[in-house]
Nanobody, 129 residues
């Protein structure tokens, strides 16, 4: 069964850091691009980061970041743990949202992309003093 399980959200003060986890089961996550999305109350879902698959030449496609998080958020992989991370630094109140990871299950996929079909359950991130 293909599944993405998320963890790592929580409450943090402005300027603080959080690390989100996206663990895959039932498939090998490093074969596919993984996107990170967020949705705040009353707002549309937005893609904040994407990391390309690490197979063959796809690795060199690198990652994509929305302008709103560039320089503060970093997506990375631990292939041995079948996990993708989103490291979030210098957090702002406007980063408050439910965060989702997703993958497209297209072998060798690269970023940026929008056609993600398999989603994690989401995790709440709240930035507040």
């Amino acid at each position: 069964q293909v599944q993405l399980v998320q963890s790592g959200g929580g409450l943090v003060q402005p300027g603080g850091s959080l690390r989100l986890f996206c663990v895959a089961s039932g498939f090998t996550l490093d074969y596919y691009a993984v996107g990170w999305f967020r949705q705040a109350p009353g707002k549309e879902r937005e893609e904040v980061a994407c990391i390309s698959s690490s197979v063959g030449g796809s690795y060199y496609a690198g990652s994509y970041y929305a302008d709103s998080v560039k320089g503060r958020f970093t997506a990375s992989r631990d292939n041995a743990k079948n996990t993708v991370y989103l490291q979030m630094n210098s957090l702002k109140p406007e980063d408050t949202a439910i965060y989702y990871c997703a993958t497209d299950l297209r072998y060798g996929s690269t970023c940026p992309r929008t056609d993600f079909g398999s989603w994690g359950q989401g995790t709440q991130v709240t930035v507040s003093s």
